[in-house]
């Protein structure tokens, strides 16, 4: 825990396991052990692109497949060999130095480079995707790398920033970045912290899951209730309880 940032709240730190939570969802591969790329593909299908106007590529959270698999490691490992297959991209989320965005690589780069259209930067941002996107699993880079080891200039680096794909994390180094997502996360951000405050309103700080999924939504929720649902739970924020009524989620204080 000490390694969060003074400054994010309670409510968005991730929680220490608790004795007795069910995950919920799981997606099975009929010829053996539980399928992650499957389980990336339900998540997204929950992502609301038409919020964004389809200009985002779908983003799930690392922490909602928690919600899904009991075993951390083996999501952790096939979730590596997806990323140095070129598959999947891994980003750090800025609201929470725990929350890591996942994207597919090819939804990635479509959306960068329809966005890149007519503009001056595209020929950076292409050259950008092509040695480093489709080589790199590093989450950010350093000056020195980016000049040595991937041969750009300073310029070029300006442009990146300016496109978006790379943001600053501290003087002479660089997050791998997802563009125009300052609205994502608001709305992320903002909806967590209504479907924790139905759970924390209702009897006893607890619910049932189904019950959840049918309420309807305020204006502060923007996504799919499940989605949120996973995020809640990946990160153990809520407690998911087997009872004879269904699952229930119930509020960690």
Not at 45 to 65: A, C, E, G, S, W
Not at 212 to 231: G, P, Q, S, W
Request: with cysteine; aromatic share 10%.
């Amino acid at each position: 825990m000490n390694r969060k940032r003074a400054l994010i709240s309670d409510t968005f730190k991730v929680k220490r396991i608790r004795v007795g939570i069910e995950k919920f969802g799981a997606v099975k591969n009929q010829h053996g052990p539980t399928d992650i790329k499957s389980t990336i593909q339900y998540l997204m299908t929950l992502f609301p692109r038409k919020l964004f106007n389809d200009t985002l590529p779908q983003i799930v959270l690392k922490h909602q497949l928690y919600s899904i698999h009991n075993d951390k490691t083996l999501v952790d490992k096939e979730l590596n060999k997806l990323r140095e297959r070129g598959e999947l991209l891994m980003f750090q989320l800025g609201f929470d130095a725990e929350a890591f965005g996942l994207i597919f690589a090819s939804d990635y780069k479509a959306k960068v480079l329809a966005a890149e259209e007519g503009r001056e930067t595209r020929a950076t941002v292409e050259k950008f995707l092509e040695k480093v996107v489709s080589s790199c699993t590093d989450l950010s880079f350093s000056k020195d790398k980016m000049l040595r080891e991937f041969l750009f200039t300073d310029s070029e680096i300006t442009q990146l920033v300016k496109s978006g794909v790379l943001t600053v994390r501290d003087a002479g180094s660089w997050w791998l970045s997802i563009p125009n997502s300052g609205k994502f996360t608001k709305y992320f951000i903002q909806g967590r912290k209504a479907v924790l405050g139905m759970v924390k309103k209702s009897k006893y700080n607890e619910v049932l899951k189904a019950e959840l999924e049918e309420r309807r939504t305020t204006a502060h929720v923007k996504f799919h209730m499940k989605y949120h649902i996973h995020d809640i739970v990946g990160a153990e924020l809520v407690e998911s309880i087997p009872t004879t009524s269904g699952t229930l989620l119930r509020f960690v204080d």
